[in-house]
């Protein structure tokens, strides 16, 4: 997941860098130096900062399609923790299901018989 919010903000700061050159070079006189280099400067602080919006953006796109994707019972999750969701997976795999509540096992009881001293 990391893999592709970094590719979508890579390709949104780059679109955008694209974006703002050709829009600063197609002005009259940008062909000098310092309208070129203005162009430049300009299509690289915009190229950064969509960089960091379009990482932000796929961030939480991301993360929310993700955690919206699974069956109905995701809705049951308390702020999609992970330990629920190994927990009804345990539960869908054991025989019974959700019908068979899981039982805390209780220490054996010993078989010697306490003596009063």
């Known amino acids: 997941m990391i893999y592709w919010i970094k590719r979508g903000g890579r390709l949104f700061g780059t679109a955008l860098f694209f974006a703002v050159l050709f829009s600063m070079l ?6 000098s130096v310092r309208q070129g280099t203005t162009a430049l400067f ?3 602080l915009a190229g950064s900062i969509g ?8 961030d939480i ?8 994707l699974g069956d109905g019972g995701a809705e049951r999750l308390v702020e999609g923790g992970i330990l629920q969701r190994f927990q009804m997976m ?28």
């Open 61 to 68: 796109l991301l993360k929310g399609i993700c955690a919206d």
């Open 51 to 58: 960089w960091f919006i379009g990482t932000v953006v796929c």
């Open 90 to 117: 345990h539960e869908q795999l054991t025989p019974g299901g959700e019908e068979m509540p899981f039982v805390e096992k209780q220490p054996a009881r010993s078989r010697r018989k306490k003596r009063k001293h």
């Open 42 to 44: 300009c299509a690289l």
């Open 26 to 31: 197609l002005r009259a006189d940008a062909l």
